[in-house]
C-alpha cells in the first residue's frame, strides 16, 4: 500500500453503473479508498455492509466510501442489488490501478501462489493525500478482555480516525 503522507495517485475507473469516477473530480472531500478481493464472497460482504451501514456517519465527516476490486461494472451491480449496498464499487479489470497502490500482491493459499488483492484500506484528505493505511485488513476480529468478548470492526476503526483527523 502507498504509504502515509504521500500524495494519491490519480485513478479513473468505472462504478458499478459504468460511470467514469476520477479521483480529481472528488477534489475538497475525504475519501475513504479500500480494495477487496471479490464480490459475493464472506468477508467482502460483510465488509460491504458493514461501509453501508456506516454510510450515514462518513455523510455526515464529508467522506464518500468508494471500494474497488478487479470485478466487472456488471458483477459490482449484482453485488449491489444482491446485498442492498449503498456505497460505491470501482471496477479495476486491468489491475493497473491496484497495482500502483501496490494492493495486487503474490498470495499463498494451500501452497497454490497467485496475484491477488490484499485488503487495505486508506483515507485520502480533500487536499489528495494519503492520511491514513491499514494493510492486510481483517473485516471483524474476535478478542478478549478480562475474559469478556468483542469484536474490532474495521469500518468502526476507519471512522474512529477519520474523525480524529478531522478534529
Not at 453501508?52 to 474497488?68: C, H, R, S
Amino acid at each position: 500500500m502507498i504509504e502515509e503522507g504521500s500524495k494519491a495517485l490519480e485513478f479513473c475507473l468505472p462504478n458499478q453503473d459504468d460511470v467514469e469516477i476520477c479521483l480529481r473530480d472528488l477534489k475538497g472531500k475525504w475519501i475513504v479508498l479500500y480494495f477487496y478481493p471479490k464480490d459475493n464472497t464472506p468477508g467482502c460482504t460483510t465488509e460491504a455492509c458493514d461501509f453501508t451501514e456506516a454510510t450515514p456517519d462518513f455523510a455526515g465527516l464529508n467522506a464518500v466510501i468508494l471500494g474497488v476490486s478487479a470485478d466487472s461494472p456488471k458483477k459490482h451491480r449484482n453485488f449491489i442489488e444482491k446485498q442492498d449496498l449503498g456505497i460505491t464499487l470501482l471496477s479495476d479489470e486491468s489491475t493497473e490501478m491496484m497495482q500502483a497502490y501496490d494492493v495486487w500482491k503474490l498470495k499463498k493459499n494451500y501452497g497454490r501462489e497467485y496475484m491477488g488483492i490484499v485488503r487495505s484500506t486508506c483515507i485520502i484528505s480533500p487536499e489528495g493525500e494519503i492520511v491514513a493505511v491499514w494493510e492486510n485488513v481483517k473485516v471483524r476480529q474476535k478478542r478478549k478482555k478480562n475474559g469478556e468478548p468483542y469484536e474490532i470492526v474495521h469500518v468502526e476503526e476507519v471512522k474512529k480516525k477519520l474523525t480524529e483527523l478531522q478534529g
